[in-house]
């Protein structure tokens, strides 16, 4: 007999289908990047999208919105974009009928439920940094008064790499509040030839909305309610612990080659894209293959190689490509 759990996630995986469908409308390839799009919105994170400019980057995330029927909004980040320019600012207008000047609030783009924070590595720290509330808290305070948004609410920003001219790093307690780190290559030849072909013919895609705000939030708690053994959430947290150089677990190689690695966050982000993995593949069992399938994503920008790491060309993801070798699973009890 199929218990409800089991109905929802079928319910889940067939929404997964029509997304992708829809996506295939407007994107052509991508595959690995929108299915981890899809996990960030499941999830109910947030994601940093990160690629040089010209893949799609914007184009995902605008899609992305129309197919989900929620409201969107952009933010362009330049290097001259204020803190209020995202949260809104007090104005003084005229009561027409005291007559008495008064404050009222008017509220910046942040207001929204899918949130594309455009190029936000083009922008000071000091800006950036307005974000942190409303991606942690789901909430905004602007002149000591505190307004709540509305769920669901998304932040989908998109990074140039770092190298390039006229960018900023993020502060690491706002990167620590991204669920996942997605990069963006290159198209495979044949995507990219199809992608020249439609962009320079007259091609108009169009997408039809496939979920609505209330099946999207329903679908959420589907995500969490699916069950995890112990063996698999202790393996989540094994390769969070050992990312740290300073914990006793940390192999010699992370003591040499990593600043600091993550932190609780990232290993409750393991096993809650580890369940979303899961269910929209339709299953209900969430096994230790989820969690390493998801280490990059949900790792690689919490984790900072050393001075010596980056002199020898070693990135976040050798690293820790090299800790899913090193950490092993824990036996079933």
């Not at 602007?142 to 948004?149: D, E, F, I, N």
């Not at 909305?209 to 999207?216: E, K, N």
Request: net charge negative; glycine share 6%.
């Amino acid at each position: 007999m199929t218990t409800d759990i089991e109905k929802q996630v079928a319910e889940l995986q067939a929404a997964r289908s029509a997304l992708m469908t829809g996506f295939g409308q407007v994107i052509v390839g991508q595959t690995a990047v929108l299915e981890e799009l899809l996990i960030t919105v499941f999830a109910g994170g947030h994601n940093l999208l990160e690629g040089v400019p010209g893949l799609a980057k914007t184009l995902m995330i605008n899609t992305l919105a129309h197919l989900l029927a929620l409201d969107f909004k952009r933010i362009q980040f330049t290097p001259d974009l204020m803190p209020s320019d995202i949260t809104g600012t007090n104005v003084i207008e005229e009561d027409h009928v005291s007559g008495k000047r008064i404050s009222v609030f008017m509220a910046g783009p942040i207001f929204t439920h899918v949130l594309l924070a455009d190029e936000i590595n083009r922008t000071p720290p000091k800006t950036q940094s307005a974000l942190l509330q409303a991606m942690q808290e789901k909430e905004v305070t602007a002149a000591g008064k505190t307004y709540p948004l509305s769920p669901p609410f998304f932040v989908l920003a998109t990074q140039n790499p770092i190298d390039q001219e006229g960018t900023y790093p993020l502060p690491e307690a706002q990167k620590d509040r991204f669920l996942l780190n997605t990069f963006i290559g290159y198209p495979a030849l044949t995507e990219e030839e199809d992608i020249v072909e439609k962009t320079t013919a007259n091609w108009e895609a169009s997408v039809q909305p496939v979920l609505d705000r209330d099946r999207l939030i329903a679908f959420q708690k589907v995500v969490r309610s699916l069950p995890v053994s112990r063996h698999v959430t202790g393996y989540a947290v094994d390769l969070a612990r050992a990312s740290r150089p300073a914990d006793p677990t940390a192999p010699e190689f992370i003591r040499k080659q990593v600043i600091w690695g993550g932190g609780p966050r990232a290993g409750q982000a393991l096993i809650l894209c580890a369940k979303c993995r899961a269910a929209l593949a339709g299953r209900i069992n969430v096994s230790c293959e989820d969690v390493r399938r998801m280490v990059l994503p949900v790792m690689r920008h919490r984790v900072a190689p050393s001075f010596v790491a980056e002199a020898e060309g070693i990135t976040s993801d050798m690293i820790l490509n090299k800790l899913l070798e090193t950490v092993p699973e824990r036996t079933h009890v």
